[in-house]
């Protein structure tokens, strides 16, 4: 059982890229994920209408320049509820459509091959 504001979240080997992990229930439910080398944890319950987005999954956004131009952000991505589609930014929470949405995210990392997360923490905030 996990105690306090870090808690253990699983083997980082046992996640499949872009396919959230619900852990954490104690905790109100927290979801992690791996896109493209990096993890991410966030709220599993969608701000929208509790849906269950910790069970959605996670691809990179279509974004298209000035000229018209369509690609992919590999550094920006998005978990998509599966309710209702509402996508929000791994990176910041906000939501993509809705940016007055907000996933709650958490700092998360590994050691060795086990995850962690500080459930007091937002990612990229130290001390
Ligand atoms: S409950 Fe998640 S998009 Fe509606």
Redesign the pocket.
Known sequence: MNAGPVITAGNVRDLEEGVPSVVAAEVGGIAVAVWRGKLYAFRAT?P????P?GCGRVRTPLVSDRTGTAGTDESRPVVI?P????EYDLGTGRGVRNPRAALRTFKVWQEDDTIYVDTSKRPGREG
């Open positions: 969608c929208h209408e509790q849906g987005v509820c309710w209702h589609r509402w």
